[in-house]
Structure formats: structure tokens, C-alpha cells
């Protein structure tokens, strides 16, 4: 069939006139197609030729009244052309919605004005979003050269000659629409639709399924042509060819059609989420009982991990991990045997090693003792022989792409028919379907994994306790474009025992805003580390900002939490305020803050304001995501956050969670979340020391004797050591070096016994290699091997040199020194 069947083509034969015979290979086709309500939304120049009826007529008529089918003349209704052959009411069902499946025919019409006409059709329903539900084809079999029998193999060209939306889209990717075979294997059974010219397509616009030949019309055209010819032999007097019974193909038929049904079932019924070991349970139990009594499901262990995709072919080394078992056997009879979970290889020998490096069906009638005993030296001493011996088995490929990710153990109980070459590509089909629904949950599942890894390893990872503070954050991931965002939170240890708090977020989704938040964040330590304040690290940040590029902003909020001076400064720019609860009464307070521009604006000034706590007081930092809502008022948001941050709670996990849940339940969010809340413990006036010390060379004893006290009044004797060498190694450094203001000694004990030295010298001293004879140079030495962690960083007056040491674990009286 050609393009000509579209083309403007003059009215029919009269009356009694007989039809030109076409070319060969060549027949003018009738197109139509009948929308959801039964009525006709396009009508080809071949349906106008064939049916005598004009364009403008038949659209938006119902197609009962137009196309042949039995019974059309139902009261009411106009003339239509009149049918007189048995295969109408199937044209007839797929008009009235009953028929989910294709179906062809061959009908005698008489149309007025024309002679009788034998007419073959086609009925294609339609699955997609559109209106439209039936693709129907018709011929003219009067105009196929007589005697040649090619009405018996027409096969309707209608995918490369019509104007059906989708049509050329849906010839051109034929190797695609059948997921299961290769370019070649493609070819092989379009060819064999020609041959028997009954094709079957179900197409959908959303889902790729694969061709497959509806042999119950192709049997029931060849039992007509049987007939027939059986009728020429007896009035030519010549032997009748025996015929098979009506009963045996009325079976056959009735077997194929309810494997298409079981296929089609078992496709609604997997794939129904990209959660992959949901996947691998819908998998597993679409096919027991119905199909086979036990289901084993076997996948690689890439497939499992959420993986790339697995390379190379399987071999015996290959880890197969039993994902799944469904079986009809009494509970538990499997569970010990082969248990959900384990991983193993398979021997070259075995019918899986077969079917996983072949990618094809591999079908047993019956397990033999032999093959029993083979298969069950792969299991120990559990004896799995006497689950398998005398079973049929079916092993089938889960593939995609053409790589093999797992295989299906198929076992049916030795009183169930075996497993036959029906069943073989019955379970072939299934396993092709079942492969794309799992490899689509594999990519989905390794994408999903590629994200929490690069949003976790762009999370720090902080210290529930810090110097003065309990610290809690949470993240949660955005519900759109995936699961990687912009929002971070970070706490930065500084001097002095204070710590910074950063929250920040950087506006849109996805791998981008996450590599620039991952930018700005390491930006953040950095500066942070060298003690900036508030105001021109936000400065900093900003001016970073714009030499990496004007496409994106973010808001950050900046704090710097001073225990010791009871204060917080803070600097904000274009971040929501943060939240500060107060411990003598509870009451919450968003802060009042000078806003500032986004980071990346540029030419903006940065304020910082600094704000008294009490010790016990709370902040909480987070991110617009929690608190702002599609279509609500940003202020209902952080209303709940102050009302919700205010409700007391047994642990800072439990108050974080409390916020999450009042605030994450109203719905509508989409954006990511980062959470951090702070308990702003504050320091003992009774754990800090200070002293002045002059500017001559005998003040390095006199800290050695102050600290040593000092130690002891606190009960850390055992530091006393370390500390009055380090602390004397620095005084004689900053005494040496100082212009004209007194040294500052200042000891801290929290967890770490923290010690800062401070002079008016700007110029922050480094780390050198000193020679065995060199008389300089050893001191930070010293501090660098003898220190927890050491320091320095410039103040406004000159600059400062910490360091901490580790007080010794305090040990727990055992119960005989208790008594």
C-alpha cells in the first residue's frame, strides 16, 4: 500500500461494473479514526472512495452509521452500508469500547450507487492521552489481481502511508517498540507479520510494548481458506485435505488470548514506583500463582548497590543476589534454604550460567536427580533437591539494553503441566518488561545515590558540643529536581572559645547551585578561620561571588558566638532572621537585623549588630524552605517557626524535630531545608584566668608559676607540665616582639584547656625548620608536637597565639574503692 491511498482519487466503480485490479503490492487504503465518544475525527479520500460517502459528511457522525459493520441498521439511524459476513460484530465491538485488543475481519458491502464490494479491515485500538481511541483500516479485496490469494497476506501499510499523528514516529523507531530483541530479531518478526497478514499493534504514546501476532484471526482466515478449498476439491471431484477440529484452534486461540491478557495484566501491575525493591517485589508476585508456583528473583550486585550500569559479560565469578522469593509452598518451607539476601556465583554447568551469558530463555521440562544434584552443590549442606527434582524450570533473563542485570527461576509444581515453548516466550516477553521497569528503577535508585553522596560530602559534619554551646542541625532534601540543593549550614570553631554560625542558600536547584554552595561554604571556613567579622566576611563573600560568575545569588546568615562576653554578632545578607529563645521566660523573637543584599549583588554594604544572651538561651538559623509556602505569606511561616521554636523540649534533637514537624506538615514544600539550632550555654566566669604581664624577660617565670597554680586550683595538675612549657615558650615570644602594651595570659577550661597569649605585634609568627645549631626557631616547634591545636590570628590591637591541650579522662572509682 502506497501513498496513493491519500491522494484525490475519482468516485468508484458504478453498478455492476467490476474493479480495475490494482497494482501489485498496491491497494487504496480507507483510513478512520473514531474518537472516545464514537464519533468519526478523520475520514481519508480512500474512506470516501470505498464507503461513498464525502469528507464533510462523515466527520463528527457516529462510525456506526458509516463503516460495515453487523447491525448498523439499528432504529434511528440513517442508511449505512449493509454487511453480510460473520466478522462485523468484532469491528462492531471495538466502535462500542468492548474490544481492548486488535482485531481484522473481511465483510461483504453494498453502499449505494456501487456494486457489492469485499471488503478486509483492520481495527486498531489506541492507548495515549489524546481523544482519539480506534484507528480503523479498510480494502477493497475486488481490486487485488483475481486468483493470486494476496487478500490472504495484506498486511495494512498504514504506519509509512497515512496521516495519522505518530504514524511515521512509530514506523521509523519499530526496532524500539520491541524491547526485548535486537535490530535483526526486529526484522525477522515484522517479516513474519507480513507473511501471515494479520498484524497486531498496541501502540501508547507513553509505554513501548512489543508486536505480537494475534494468532486466533490468523487461524480462524486460514480455517475460512481451508474450507474453500476444500469445497473446490469436492465439486472438482478431487481428495478433501483433512481439517484439523474447530474445537483444538478454538482452544489454541483461546490460550493465546489469555497469555496477551496475563501480559498486559502483569504490565499494570509492575513499575508502579522507582523504588527498586518494591520493583523487585511487583515483579515477583505478578507471576505467582498465575503463571509459575515459585519465583526466584536474582539480580547483579551493581543492580542491588544502585550502581552504574554493570560492565561485561557475567561469568562464574559473577555475585548474584537473591533479591526475592514468592512461592504456593507452605510458609517458610524456602526461607531456610535459600533466604532473601544471600549472594552467590553459578557453576558453567547450570542452566542459570546459561541463560545469563546467552541472555535467552533457558527451558527445563523436568529437573532430573542429576540436574538436581548439580544445582544443589552450589548451596552447601542444605539440600535444595528435594524443592526442584521433578519440577519444570523456566530461567529467564532480566535485561536492558542489552545487558543482562538478573534472571527469574521459574518452578512449576510436578502435577502443573511443564512449561512448553509458548510458556518459553510468554516468560521472555514478561522478563523484557519486568528488565526496563528495574533498570528504570537501577538508574533512578543510582541517581538518588549520586546525590545524598554529593550533598552529604557538602554537609559538615559538627560536633553536637562545641566551646559554651549544644549545637543540632537538620537537612532535608527539596521534593523537585531532584534531592541535591543550594541550602548548607556550618559551625566554625574559633579562638577565645567563640564559634561561628553560618546558614546559607543558594537560590535554584540541582548540581549547579550545589557546586557553588559547595564554593561559598569552603569560602565561609576560610574566612572564618582567620577571625573575620561579620560584616566583611559577608564583604569577602560577596566580591568571591562576582568573580565566579553574575548567574547566581545566595543569602547567607553570619553569627559569632562569644561564651565568655555572653554576645552574639551577627551580619545578614538577604537571609530570613534567626530565632532567639529566651530561657528565663521562653519567649521567642525573630531579631531585628539589617537585611543586606543577596550575596553576588555587589556595591552593597554589610551591617552587623551585636545582641546579649544568657546562658541557656536558643538560636535557631534556617533556611526560607521551611518556613515559605506556594501561594502563603512568608510571615504565617515564621510566625509557626517562633511559636514552634519556643515549645520545650527534652534534648536539642527532639526541639529540632518539633520544628520540622510543625512546619514541614502544612504542604506545598518543594525547596530544600537546612536547620541549625544552637544552646548558648555561655562559660563560668570561675573557668577563665587573666593576667598582665610586663614587658621584661622575667615574666616568662612568673606565667609559668601563675598557670601551675591555676592548674592546680582546678584540679588539672597533670597539665601543669605541658602548659608552663608552652605557655613560657609564647610570653617570650610576644614580650620579645611587643612595642608597648602589656602581654595579656588568658586560660579557659571547658572540655579542652584552652590558653591565648596577646600582644600589640600585627605580624602573626610562622612555623620554621630549625637545624640541630640554630638558637631560634623551636618554640612553635615545641607547641605544634606538644598542642592539641594551635593558632593565630590578628585582633585589632595586634594579634593573638592560642593553643589547647587535652585534659586527662577523669577515671570512675570501681566498686570496691566506693565502699
Given at each position: 500500500m502506497d501513498r496513493g491511498s491519500e491522494r484525490e482519487t475519482p468516485p468508484g466503480p458504478e453498478a455492476g461494473q467490476v474493479a480495475e485490479p490494482a497494482e501489485p503490492g498496491r491497494v487504496p487504503l480507507a483510513v478512520v479514526v473514531v474518537d472516545r465518544e464514537g464519533l468519526v475525527s478523520h475520514w481519508s479520500r480512500g474512506a470516501r472512495r470505498l464507503f461513498g460517502v464525502p469528507r464533510e459528511e462523515a466527520i463528527g457522525r457516529p462510525a456506526l452509521d458509516l463503516l460495515p459493520v453487523s447491525g448498523a441498521l439499528a432504529e434511528g439511524r440513517g442508511p449505512a452500508p449493509h454487511t453480510d459476513d460473520g466478522l462485523g460484530p468484532d469491528l462492531e465491538s471495538s466502535l462500542d469500547g468492548g474490544l481492548s485488543y486488535p482485531a481484522a475481519g473481511r465483510a461483504r458491502l453494498a453502499a449505494p450507487g456501487r456494486a457489492r464490494a469485499d471488503v478486509l479491515w483492520w481495527a486498531y485500538p489506541l492507548v495515549g492521552p489524546g481523544p482519539e481511541r480506534l484507528l480503523v483500516l479498510a480494502a477493497d479485496a475486488e481490486g487485488l489481481r483475481p486468483g493470486d490469494g494476496t487478500f490472504e497476506r495484506i498486511a495494512p501499510g498504514f504506519a509509512l502511508h497515512t496521516d495519522f499523528p505518530g504514524a511515521e514516529e512509530l514506523a521509523r523507531r519499530l526496532p524500539e517498540i520491541l524491547p526485548s530483541m535486537s535490530v535483526g530479531e526486529s526484522a525477522r518478526i515484522v517479516g513474519q507479520i507480513l507473511e501471515l497478514g494479520y498484524p497486531v499493534l498496541e501502540f501508547s504514546q507513553n509505554d513501548r510494548v512489543p508486536v505480537t501476532p494475534d494468532w486466533g484471526v490468523a487461524r480462524r482466515a486460514e480455517r475460512k481458506a481451508r474450507r474453500e478449498r476444500a469445497a473446490r476439491a469436492r465439486a472438482a471431484g478431487e481428495p478433501v485435505p483433512e481439517e484439523l477440529?474447530?474445537?483444538?484452534?478454538?482452544?489454541?486461540?483461546?490460550?493465546?488470548?489469555?497469555?496477551?491478557?496475563?501480559?498486559?495484566?502483569?504490565?499494570?501491575?509492575?513499575?508502579?514506583?522507582?523504588?527498586?525493591?518494591?520493583?523487585?517485589?511487583?515483579?515477583?508476585?505478578?507471576?505467582?500463582?498465575?503463571?509459575?508456583?515459585?519465583?526466584?528473583?536474582?539480580?547483579?550486585?551493581?543492580?542491588?548497590?544502585?550502581?552504574?550500569?554493570?560492565?561485561?559479560?557475567?561469568?562464574?565469578?559473577?555475585?548474584?543476589?537473591r533479591v526475592a522469593v514468592e512461592h504456593t509452598d507452605e510458609p517458610g518451607r524456602w526461607d531456610d534454604v535459600v533466604p532473601v539476601g544471600e549472594a552467590m556465583p553459578f557453576p558453567a554447568h547450570t542452566p542459570f550460567f546459561q541463560c545469563m551469558t546467552t541472555g535467552e530463555p533457558v527451558l527445563v521440562p523436568r529437573v532430573s536427580e542429576e540436574m538436581g544434584h548439580a544445582i544443589a552443590a552450589q548451596f552447601e549442606k542444605r539440600d535444595i533437591r528435594p524443592l526442584i527434582t521433578g519440577r519444570s524450570m523456566l530461567v529467564v533473563p532480566l535485561k536492558a539494553r542489552d545487558v543482562v542485570l538478573g534472571f527469574m527461576i521459574l518452578l512449576r509444581h510436578p502435577e502443573r503441566p511443564v512449561f512448553n515453548d509458548m510458556d518459553r516466550v510468554t516468560g521472555a516477553e514478561l522478563a523484557a518488561r519486568a528488565g526496563l521497569v528495574l533498570d528504570n528503577a537501577r538508574m533512578y535508585t543510582f541517581q538518588e545515590n549520586v546525590a545524598e553522596t554529593l550533598q552529604d560530602s557538602m554537609l559538615p559534619h559538627i560536633p553536637p558540643r562545641m566551646a559554651g554551646c549544644?549545637?543540632?542541625?537538620?537537612?532535608?532534601?527539596?521534593?523537585?529536581?531532584?534531592?541535591?540543593?543550594?541550602?548548607?549550614?556550618?559551625?566554625?570553631?574559633?579562638?577565645?572559645?567563640?564559634?561561628?554560625?553560618?546558614?546559607?542558600?543558594?537560590?535554584?536547584?540541582?548540581?549547579?547551585?550545589?557546586?557553588?554552595?559547595?564554593?561559598?561554604r569552603t569560602a565561609v571556613q576560610t574566612m572564618a578561620g582567620l577571625d573575620l567579622p561579620p560584616?566583611?566576611?559577608?564583604?569577602?563573600?560577596?566580591?568571591?561571588?562576582?568573580?565566579?560568575?553574575?548567574?547566581?545569588?545566595?543569602?547567607?546568615?553570619?553569627?559569632?558566638y562569644d561564651p565568655i562576653a555572653s554576645e552574639l554578632h551577627l551580619a545578614n545578607a538577604g537571609h530570613i532572621p534567626p530565632v532567639l529563645v529566651r530561657a528565663e521566660d521562653g519567649r521567642s523573637e525573630l531579631l531585628d537585623l539589617p537585611t543586606g543584599a543577596p550575596i553576588g549583588v555587589g556595591g552593597v554594604p554589610f551591617e552587623a549588630v551585636r545582641v546579649r544572651v544568657e546562658p541557656g538561651d536558643r538560636l535557631v538559623m534556617c533556611t526560607d524552605g521551611l518556613v515559605e509556602v506556594r501561594g502563603e505569606d512568608i510571615g504565617v511561616g515564621l510566625a509557626t517557626l517562633c511559636e514552634s521554636a519556643a515549645h520545650p523540649a527534652a534534648s536539642m534533637d527532639d526541639a529540632c524535630d518539633t520544628i520540622i514537624?510543625?512546619?514541614?506538615?502544612?504542604?506545598?514544600?518543594?525547596?530544600?531545608?537546612?536547620?541549625?539550632?544552637?544552646?548558648?550555654?555561655?562559660?563560668?566566669?570561675?573557668?577563665?584566668?587573666?593576667?598582665?604581664?610586663?614587658?621584661?624577660?622575667?615574666?616568662?617565670?612568673?606565667?609559668?608559676?601563675?598557670?601551675?597554680?591555676?592548674?592546680?586550683?582546678?584540679?588539672?595538675?597533670?597539665?601543669?607540665?605541658?602548659?608552663?612549657?608552652?605557655?613560657?615558650?609564647l610570653v617570650t615570644n610576644a614580650v620579645r616582639h611587643s612595642h608597648a602594651?602589656?602581654?595579656?595570659?588568658?586560660?579557659?577550661?571547658?572540655?579542652?584547656?584552652?590558653?591565648?597569649?596577646?600582644?600589640?605585634?600585627?605580624?602573626?609568627?610562622?612555623?620554621?625548620?630549625?637545624?640541630?645549631l640554630d638558637d631560634r626557631g623551636?618554640?612553635?616547634?615545641?607547641?605544634?608536637?606538644?598542642?592539641?591545636?594551635?593558632?593565630?590570628?590578628?585582633?585589632?590591637?595586634?594579634?593573638?597565639?592560642?593553643?589547647?591541650?587535652?585534659?586527662?579522662?577523669?577515671?570512675?572509682?570501681?566498686?570496691?574503692n566506693a565502699k
Open positions: 477440529p474447530d474445537e483444538a484452534e478454538d482452544l489454541e486461540y483461546a490460550a493465546v488470548r489469555e497469555r496477551l491478557e496475563f501480559l498486559n495484566e502483569v504490565s499494570g501491575r509492575i513499575g508502579t514506583s522507582l523504588d527498586l525493591s518494591r520493583t523487585i517485589v511487583e515483579v515477583s508476585r505478578a507471576v505467582v500463582p498465575r503463571f509459575t508456583d515459585v519465583a526466584g528473583t536474582y539480580l547483579r550486585e551493581q543492580v542491588v548497590a544502585g550502581e552504574g550500569f554493570p560492565d561485561g559479560v557475567p561469568d562464574t565469578t559473577t555475585l548474584w543476589h549544644d549545637i543540632a542541625t537538620r537537612y532535608l532534601p527539596g521534593t523537585l529536581l531532584g534531592r541535591v540543593g543550594g541550602d548548607w549550614f556550618d559551625a566554625v570553631e574559633l579562638h577565645g572559645g567563640r564559634t561561628a554560625f553560618v546558614v546559607g542558600d543558594v537560590m535554584g536547584h540541582g548540581l549547579n547551585s550545589a557546586a557553588m554552595m559547595g564554593q561559598l560584616a566583611q566576611l559577608l564583604r569577602n563573600l560577596d566580591d568571591l561571588a562576582q568573580r565566579l560568575g553574575d548567574t547566581y545569588l545566595a543569602t547567607c546568615l553570619y553569627a559569632v514537624r510543625s512546619l514541614n506538615t502544612r504542604g506545598g514544600r518543594k525547596d530544600d531545608v537546612a536547620l541549625l539550632m544552637a544552646r548558648l550555654n555561655g562559660i563560668a566566669p570561675d573557668d577563665v584566668a587573666e593576667w598582665r604581664l610586663a614587658l621584661g624577660p622575667a615574666e616568662a617565670g612568673r606565667a609559668r608559676a601563675v598557670v601551675r597554680e591555676q592548674l592546680h586550683d582546678w584540679g588539672l595538675a597533670e597539665l601543669s607540665a605541658p602548659a608552663e612549657l608552652l605557655v613560657s615558650e602594651r602589656p602581654v595579656a595570659l588568658r586560660l579557659v577550661r571547658g572540655d579542652t584547656l584552652l590558653c591565648e597569649v596577646d600582644d600589640d605585634d600585627h605580624e602573626l609568627p610562622t612555623l620554621l625548620g630549625a637545624d640541630p623551636r618554640g612553635l616547634r615545641i607547641v605544634s608536637t606538644l598542642a592539641r591545636q594551635w593558632g593565630t590570628s590578628r585582633t585589632a590591637a595586634g594579634k593573638t597565639v592560642w593553643f589547647e591541650l587535652t585534659p586527662p579522662r577523669r577515671r570512675t572509682p570501681s566498686a570496691s
